[in-house]
């Protein structure tokens, strides 16, 4: 399927590793320029590299405004429109709320709530001009929190209500406004916890699994998120406004 991209411009949070670094390369294929941005210098370099000289690659810590202004700046500058934002930057941050900390939670809304609001508030102007449509990434805990999944699970609970303002908003102005939100899938953090635990990757994945109860028996993959994020981004799905789609697997009670 031609999913009509070549041309357009995007941009992602968080795209230089794992889930936003496949979504990136994956737009880049279908003919689609992206700018991408993260905190690690050496993982933004690589990102450039992949990607190719038609996109960007930016050194952005999204919990500075300046920053991130900045990153959109150049982005709307150098592609001359706008198609898509895409809010993927944040990581796990759960645990008993008795154990938690009133930093912890500001520190997790700073993140992954209002980096969102500002780009959504930023870019918006831009994709009514292109009909484009803003994606955020979450967590199937904003629909079906756990014990101990806090403040995640409050954070992407919030994500998910914005994406369902924002659909309310901007649709009329025809922007689209939709989430994705994920289970266990393979990324750059379960490979760095495999390290930190000095475990083999796989045996990691599949004790994970065995535990979760995962119903179709595996983790997802980076290439099965980028595909629904793309199909999601584009105009093959131009009448899909205000939901939260669920890659899980199965995992999550809730639809």
Same mark, same amino acid.
């Given at each position: 399927m031609d999913l009509n991209l070549r041309d357009r411009a995007f941009l992602i949070t968080g795209g230089t590793d794992g889930l936003g670094l496949a979504l990136a390369q994956t737009l880049v294929n279908?003919?689609?320029?992206?700018?991408?941005?993260?905190?690690?210098?050496? +993982?933004? *370099?690589?990102?450039r590299d992949q990607l190719?000289?038609? %996109? $960007?690659?930016? #050194?952005?810590?999204? !919990?500075?405004?300046?920053?991130?202004?900045?990153?959109?700046?150049?982005?709307?500058?150098t592609f001359g429109r706008l198609d898509g934002a895409v809010s993927n930057a944040g990581h796990a941050s759960a645990g008993p709320v008795?154990?938690?900390?009133?930093?912890?939670?500001?520190d997790d809304f700073e993140l992954?709530?209002?980096?969102?609001?500002?780009?959504? +508030?930023? *870019?918006?102007?831009?994709l009514a001009q292109t009909s484009? %449509? $803003?994606?955020? #990434?979450?967590?199937? !805990?904003?629909?079906?929190?756990?014990?101990?999944?806090?403040?995640?699970?409050?954070?992407?609970?919030?994500?998910?209500?914005?994406?369902?303002?924002?659909?309310?908003?901007?649709?009329?102005?025809?922007?689209?406004?939709?989430?994705?939100?994920?289970?266990?899938?393979e990324s750059g953090q379960w490979v760095r916890m495999a390290q930190r635990a000095n475990m083999d990757l796989a045996d990691l994945y599949a004790a994970i699994v065995k535990d979760q109860k995962?119903?179709?028996?595996?983790?997802?993959?980076?290439?099965?998120?980028?595909?629904?994020?793309?199909?999601?981004?584009?105009?093959r799905a131009s009448y899909l406004n205000g939901v939260g789609i669920n890659l899980d697997g199965g995992l999550s009670p809730v639809v």
């Amino acid at each position: 399927m031609d999913l009509n991209l070549r041309d357009r411009a995007f941009l992602i949070t968080g795209g230089t590793d794992g889930l936003g670094l496949a979504l990136a390369q994956t737009l880049v294929n279908e003919g689609a320029r992206v700018a991408v941005c993260g905190r690690d210098e050496q +993982r933004v *370099v690589a990102a450039r590299d992949q990607l190719g000289p038609t %996109s $960007l690659a930016q #050194v952005t810590d999204v !919990t500075n405004t300046d920053q991130l202004d900045a990153f959109i700046d150049h982005a709307l500058t150098t592609f001359g429109r706008l198609d898509g934002a895409v809010s993927n930057a944040g990581h796990a941050s759960a645990g008993p709320v008795a154990n938690s900390t009133d930093d912890a939670w500001r520190d997790d809304f700073e993140l992954k709530v209002i980096p969102a609001v500002h780009i959504a +508030r930023r *870019v918006g102007d831009a994709l009514a001009q292109t009909s484009g %449509s $803003l994606l955020t #990434v979450l967590s199937i !805990t904003a629909k079906s929190p756990n014990a101990n999944s806090t403040p995640t699970a409050a954070s992407r609970a919030a994500g998910l209500a914005l994406t369902k303002a924002l659909a309310a908003e901007l649709g009329p102005r025809g922007v689209r406004a939709n989430a994705i939100l994920i289970g266990l899938i393979e990324s750059g953090q379960w490979v760095r916890m495999a390290q930190r635990a000095n475990m083999d990757l796989a045996d990691l994945y599949a004790a994970i699994v065995k535990d979760q109860k995962i119903p179709l028996g595996r983790f997802g993959r980076a290439q099965e998120f980028a595909d629904l994020a793309a199909f999601v981004l584009s105009p093959r799905a131009s009448y899909l406004n205000g939901v939260g789609i669920n890659l899980d697997g199965g995992l999550s009670p809730v639809v």
